[in-house]
């Protein structure tokens, strides 16, 4: 039960760090799109405006993720007995799927441009979309840098989604200052065709944040430097003589951890279940992101 609160005191806590931390990601996409989307249409750029379009698709992923952290965050209930950590990797799934759909978009439009030759009749694109584009390298590299920090201190899966969301989108105002250089020097192509590079950046983004959420949605195992630190807990409690199965899943931003240790057969069962107990509590010690932990003892 004190095990169960704690849970739910740190998963509050991690909620209102990632409220906190979305919260302030989401005014500074919407001033910043709204500067891009302004500068590509005086600057007649059509690479800024597709920049300003990601930026907005930023903030959607922003309330998904709000939404998910939110859900995930909700105690126990009969329906769902283990909790609802789960509920940042279908917002993650989710943010994917939005973010991957916004890259096909531009990719097409740009392609569209460059086969259609209609980049020929582009205006060349003014100093300001050059301006908004490095003003958005800067802000949206440091959002992707304040994002990640915090998802790897609360282990949020949907956090870390966003950052890479904000890392993509200074990587395509990269390909988009690369293009509007490109057309004021007089090669016009550039402007759609760092249009379909920044879809590529985006494509990618969105398929390593649905492999990420997909791998925790199937009972991932944890990673070797956790299995080995959970190992060397186990091994170094008094009693354990070995340990004949390990095994570990990841369950949202959680980890949950069932082991099978070995023991003197002669013991009694109160001394073969002080041992299993001072197993599972320092593993619970140790790992506090531990939400459920299984001690089963075999005789050795």
């Known amino acids: 039960?004190?095990?169960?609160?704690?849970?739910?005191a740190q998963l509050k806590e991690n909620e209102a760090i990632a409220m906190r931390v979305s919260a302030r990601s989401m005014a500074l996409?919407?001033?910043l799109t709204a500067f891009k989307l302004v500068a590509g249409i005086v600057a007649h750029s059509g690479a800024m405006i597709s920049d300003a379009i990601h930026s907005a698709s930023d903030v959607i992923s922003t309330i998904i993720v709000m939404i998910g952290v939110k859900m995930a965050g909700?105690?126990?209930?009969?329906?769902?007995?283990?909790?609802h950590d789960r509920f940042e990797c279908v917002a993650s799934i989710v943010l994917s799927v939005m973010l991957g759909l916004t890259g096909a978009a531009i990719g097409i439009e740009g392609l569209r441009n460059i086969v259609g030759s209609s980049y020929l009749h582009l205006t060349v694109p003014g100093k300001?979309?050059?301006?908004?584009?490095v003003i958005s390298i800067v802000t949206k590299e440091g959002m992707f840098w304040y994002t990640r920090i915090n998802a790897k201190k609360i282990r949020s899966s949907a956090l870390m989604a966003d950052a890479w969301h904000h890392r993509s989108d200074a990587l395509s105002s990269?390909?988009?200052f690369v293009g509007i250089l490109g057309a004021r020097l007089g090669f016009p192509i550039m402007d759609p065709l760092a249009s379909v590079i920044i879809s590529f950046f985006i494509l990618k983004a969105a398929f390593d944040i649905f492999l990420d959420a997909i791998s925790k949605m199937t009972d991932h195992a944890c990673s070797d430097p956790v299995v080995n630190a959970l190992?060397?807990?186990?091994l170094a409690v008094p009693g354990v003589e070995g340990i004949d199965s390990l095994k570990t899943r990841d369950f949202g931003s959680m980890?949950?951890?069932d082991v099978e240790i070995q023991a003197e057969g002669s013991l009694t069962l109160y001394e073969a279940h002080d041992i299993a107990q001072q197993v599972h509590d320092d593993i619970e010690q140790d790992f506090p992101n531990v939400k459920h932990c299984m001690v089963h003892v075999n005789p050795a």
């Open 128 to 133: 300001l979309a050059l301006a908004a584009a």
């Open 174 to 176: 990269i390909g988009s």
């Open 1 to 8: 039960m004190e095990k169960e609160s704690r849970n739910q």
């Open 74 to 83: 909700k105690a126990p209930d009969r329906n769902h007995p283990y909790g």
């Open 231 to 234: 190992r060397k807990t186990i």
């Open 255 to 257: 980890i949950y951890v």
């Open 29 to 31: 996409n919407i001033v």
